[in-house]
């Protein structure tokens, strides 16, 4: 492992990594395309099937057991049945290569954009896959491989439900085809979150694990994003902490791009030479008012 340290003995503060908008472009049409054929596969069939035997209606309906007992209802049911084992087939392994596709963009435009801010400090640097790295990609790619199963499972489950209420109404068509795509732009969005988040957590990930390869403290900033932005993480843009600890922030220990939707950004501090311990002990108000006497210092001698 390779500290780094400051030769001027002054901290230096290096260029931000934001997440990359062409990766989390890219995740999203991966899900989109999963989430297109799951629905198209489903609801062809499902409407198709609708059409040749429509569900029968409260006036006649089988007065001894009810319109799920229709011959609509059983086909549909079987035809759910058929298309829920195959993709279940396909979920076993189709979410963990687009996981792992994705968490190979991501991990590399961290990497890189954390090069050039190195470069730009002055400092040229080998890149090796530690195993802090490779544990915490490792965990990031099953999160994600559970997150894009449960985005088609959820929506062939939505859809499956819808269906059977559309049946037990007895409404037409039309009013489920529609009542459908409602539903997918529904999944379509949370598709989008997905793809937004996790790209936010993937870079966020790689930022951290690179802070700790080569000893450097973080300071938390605030993406200043968002209509509704969280008032903690407001409150804590500006202060340095222990980038293998965690922000202390509404009572726990948190790091950025963490919490859901959160597009706050971990800064990476490289300590001054003969002074890369002196925060160790300090509590993140101290790291802040250290940080910040620094940064003074650094303006009036270039005044």
Known sequence: ?????????????LKPVHPNVGVEAGFRRALLKLLREVHEDISSAV???YRVDPPATATDADPQFGTFWSSSAWNLQKIFKAKIAAWQ????TLPGLMAKAFMGSAAGHANRATMSALKSAGFTVRFQMSPVERDAIQGSINEQVGLIRSLAEKHLSDV??????????GRDVGGLAEELRTRYDISARRAAFIARDQNNKATATITRARQDEFGLQARWAHSGSGRHPRREHVLADGTVY????????????IWPGQEPNCGCISLSIIPGAGREGRYRGMSEKMRTAS????????RKRAA
């Open 1 to 13: 492992m390779q500290k780094l340290t400051s030769p001027t003995g002054r901290d230096i503060e």
């Open 47 to 49: 409407l198709a099937a």
């Open 89 to 92: 087939g396909r979920l076993e």
């Open 160 to 169: 499956q439900g819808m269906v059977m209420r559309s049946v037990v109404a």
């Open 242 to 253: 222990d980038p293998a600890e965690g922000c202390l922030i509404g009572g726990k220990r």
């Open 291 to 298: 940080l910040a006497r620094s940064r003074s210092i650094t």
